[in-house]
């Protein structure tokens, strides 16, 4: 008698167990927040780093040109950068990709720049981050380094 009761519980909490939907943030494990620019797409290739910067920030300059290196030389086509900018002037942002010789098809810029949804979305008052974002568009790492993409997509 108690295995029957025991099992018709099973099948009843089984049949409740409902598919768990992800949340939008910027924690691994969320789903990254949805970018409204022209020309971005978070999904399609295995990764996408998506890296955050301004030319009032010198480290975010640099970072955004140490890890356009990086993947650029990884020889894969599994990554993909999205970089955007929150410049306000248009023509500082345009100055800083010719001078830095980086890929205007992987340079965006926000002139909105703190005023933007992106700046709130990614919560980038506490600083220019980047994100490592699977295939699905969920967040699978978050600061990673030029010296640690490559393991991050192996995985």
Not at 27 to 36: C, D, K, S, Y
Not at 49 to 66: C, E, I, P, T
Not at 119 to 146: C, D, H, M, Q, T
Request: net charge neutral; with cysteine.
């Amino acid at each position: 008698m108690i295995f029957f009761l025991i099992t018709a519980c099973l099948l009843l909490t089984g049949s409740s167990v409902k598919e768990i939907k992800l949340t939008e943030g910027v924690q691994p494990g969320n789903l990254a927040p949805g970018i409204n620019l022209q020309g971005i797409n978070l999904k399609g290739n295995k990764f996408v780093l998506l890296q955050f910067w301004a030319a009032y920030d010198a480290h975010s300059r640099m970072v955004n040109a140490q890890m356009y290196n990086a993947i650029s030389h990884l020889k894969t086509d599994d990554i993909r950068m999205v970089s955007i900018s929150l410049d306000e002037n248009e023509a500082v942002f345009e100055g800083i990709v010719k001078v830095e010789q980086l890929n205007p098809a992987t340079q965006f810029n926000d002139p909105r720049g703190k005023d933007s949804e992106i700046f709130k979305k990614y919560r980038l008052n506490s600083g220019f981050n980047n994100w490592l974002i699977n295939s699905e568009g969920v967040v699978v790492a978050k600061n990673v380094n030029p010296r640690e993409i490559s393991g991050c997509i192996e995985k």
